[in-house]
């Protein structure tokens, strides 16, 4: 069982990688899909609603929201997390410039890069 908070995060975590180039069918099916998994409906719509406040400015205001958070996480979460969305970027075979740069700024951040570079070789 995961609480709301944790919810939010995988959501708007998902959702504004998605939404960094412009949300594709495929993305959307796994949002829709990680919402039921989740039981994260609620939290989805809010990610949703967050990212459309302002496209452009999404990414940047997620990660300050997301840093206040996942700062607390253990390393072991921040690692799952950004493994996490480097899998959903690849359910489409490929990954963006935009959202593997975006993907290494929210590493770094969460001082995980060296462990998603080593996801990225694999």
Known sequence: MRSTE?????????????HYHGLDEQEKEDLDKTADELDAHVE???ALDFVGQDHLTSFERARLYLNDIIADYP???RIELINMVWQANNLKGYVTEMEATAMLKLAKDWNVQRELIELVLK
Request: glycine share 0%.
């Open 6 to 18: 944790e919810k939010k995060v995988y959501m708007l975590l998902k959702s504004v990688i998605f």
């Open 44 to 46: 989805y719509k809010w």
């Open 75 to 77: 390393k072991e979460k």
